[in-house]
């Protein structure tokens, strides 16, 4: 029987926005437009597909040893964001389990019992995975996940990269919540990923850890991740234009810096507190977060061409 697809489903096998989609299939007044449904025969000879059936998944690692930076706020709505267009995984990496906790109640099974670390057997972890939103699936954390702490074989500096192998043509964007320290688990997540991108606090800035996590990335891309880029740093919590010059060079020492720059409100620990999506408090607030995800999805492109 051949592939249906409604309309959603149709913009993202043509690789278009919803709006774009519809404003396409009236104009070419594609068949099936009346009852919302779309032959993949059909909409193959009307679009030029770019994209195979499934994704291949931009992975972007959210790192900075230092605590406090926002790692998992930048985390959480740069993937709220980025699902209201595209399928995405949000990969809670902190032992801390921030993300997790927002979402889920419940008592969690441990990621740890799955990755195949001192010598178990690795397990499919996708059963493991929960959906808290449409397009928007949680991969969740336990605090076992501080146990992944040496070595004790080469492949296990790999762990994650091999958990998500098969999850990489599900999602459009794979976003990694990394912990705030260097070590096993960051390497793990920087060796998996495509890309990482900076969280630094303007309040709290200072240039102590970065040039730790530099060289971390560097070591990383000389001996076992060539592919991962840096998409730059992001200024997160920023309250006014004093002293925003200075701090953007001194960290461009290091990384680039992104220009969208990420405003300090309260809707944001009260939309956490609340367990609740952003969208839902405070839409003048989400709106910095989808600039960020276009400029980051800019940066990819870039990156990629």
Not at 50 to 67: H, L, P, R, T
Not at 166 to 179: G, K, T
Request: with cysteine; glycine share 4%.
């Amino acid at each position: 029987m051949e592939t249906v697809f409604d309309s959603e489903e149709a913009a993202k096998f043509v690789g278009l926005s919803l709006d774009d989609f519809q404003q396409r299939v009236t104009t070419l007044k594609v068949p099936g437009l009346k009852a919302g449904e779309f032959k993949k025969s059909v909409l193959s000879k009307y679009f030029e597909i770019n994209q195979s059936e499934g994704f291949d998944s931009n992975v972007i690692a959210i790192s900075n040893q230092k605590g406090g930076e926002g790692k998992t706020t930048i985390s959480l709505y740069l993937a709220e964001a980025l699902s209201e267009n595209h399928k995405v995984l949000l990969i809670d990496w902190d032992p801390q389990a921030n993300a997790t906790q927002l979402f889920l109640n419940d008592d969690v099974t441990s990621i740890m019992d799955y990755l195949g670390y001192r010598g178990k057997k690795p397990r499919d972890i996708e059963p493991l995975i929960k959906t808290v939103a449409t397009n928007f699936d949680l991969l969740p954390s336990t605090l076992e996940l501080a146990n992944l702490t040496t070595p004790y074989e080469r492949d296990d500096f790999e762990l994650l990269k091999e958990a998500i192998l098969p999850l990489r043509s599900n999602y459009e964007y794979i976003i990694i919540d990394c912990p705030p320290s260097l070590g096993l688990i960051l390497e793990n997540a920087l060796i998996c990923a495509d890309y990482i991108l900076v969280p630094i606090q303007t309040r709290a800035f200072s240039l102590q850890g970065i040039r730790d996590l530099y060289e971390t990335i560097q070591k990383i891309q000389r001996k076992a991740n060539q592919r991962l880029k840096l998409l730059g740093a992001v200024l997160n919590q920023f309250e006014g234009q004093k002293a925003l010059a200075g701090l953007a060079e001194g960290v461009k020492k290091y990384f680039p810096v992104f220009e969208t720059v990420i405003q300090r409100r309260e809707s944001i620990p009260q939309a956490q507190a609340k367990m609740s999506f952003l969208s839902k408090i405070d839409l003048a607030t989400m709106k910095n977060f989808r600039e960020l995800a276009i400029e980051v999805k800019e940066k990819i492109n870039v990156q990629k061409n």
